[in-house]
């Protein structure tokens, strides 16, 4: 998988949160996101996911160079701040319905018990979700990126409410994903551990005037 962002610009409200920002990434590679609060991480991620529509510009997936290209969003896993998983439902049954939207004709990811093994987490599924942890919580939304394959992850600070032995699990997890081809963008305020990632520093609205990029 590659994928691919030209030119891409983004609003916030009325004001041009970011612009001209362009990245080819091929598979196995990882995009780090860094700048201050309100550089435009996260709403570059949501571009990318589909959540908001780009000022101009485009981001397209693509299984080679030269094949044609689709929606970014079409071949993406979004972990944003929030969860996304029903508080009142077991864990069980949030990472059923996962499953079964965004994988509904194949099986190409874990089962339940599986991922949650994955995370850390075996033989709590039957649990409500709202039963748990933050941290148990922030365990089981990863979780979500592996009972449904999708091969780019579009992470939103992910280790946020972790502790380090979970650190170095997601590490491990997102390594796994990238040998397998996976791609990944993350934002992120401290280091994921990850080997050979390019960055992409984000200056928000002081650098809309200059093109200033990193």
């Known amino acids: 998988m590659h994928l691919t962002a030209e030119n891409l610009a983004a609003r916030r409200g009325e004001d041009l949160i970011f612009v001209n920002v362009s990245f080819h990434l091929q598979p196995g590679e990882a995009l780090i996101l860094t700048g201050k609060n ?3 991480k996260s709403t570059l991620l949501r571009v990318i996911a589909g959540l908001l529509r780009p000022e101009k510009g485009s981001v397209t997936a693509s299984d080679s ?3 044609g290209r689709r929606p970014a969003a079409e071949a993406s ?3 944003g ?3 996304a ?3 009142e439902l ?3 049954e949030n ?5 079964s939207f965004l994988e509904p004709r194949k099986a190409a990811g874990l089962s339940t018990e599986e991922a949650a093994e994955a995370v850390g ?3 709590i599924t039957h649990l409500p979700f709202g039963y748990l942890s933050a941290g148990q919580q922030r365990r089981f939304a990863f979780a979500k990126l592996l009972v449904a394959y999708r091969p780019v992850w579009l992470l939103d600070e992910p280790t946020a409410a972790l502790d380090t032995s979970a650190d170095r699990l997601f590490t491990e997890l997102i390594e796994a994903h990238r040998r397998k081809g996976g791609i990944v963008v993350a934002a992120t305020h401290q280091p994921l551990g990850l080997e050979g990632t390019r960055e992409l520093k984000m200056t928000g609205f002081a650098g809309v005037d200059q093109g200033v990029w990193g």
């Not at 990472?95 to 499953?99: A, N, P, T, Y």
Request: charged letters at 15%; aromatic letters at 12%.
């Open 121 to 123: 987490l075996p033989g």
């Open 85 to 87: 998983m029903k508080t």
């Open 77 to 79: 896993h979004y972990l």
């Open 81 to 83: 701040h929030r969860n």
């Open 95 to 99: 990472l059923d319905f996962w499953r």
């Open 65 to 67: 160079v030269s094949a």
């Open 38 to 40: 309100g550089s435009g």
């Open 90 to 92: 077991t864990v069980a």
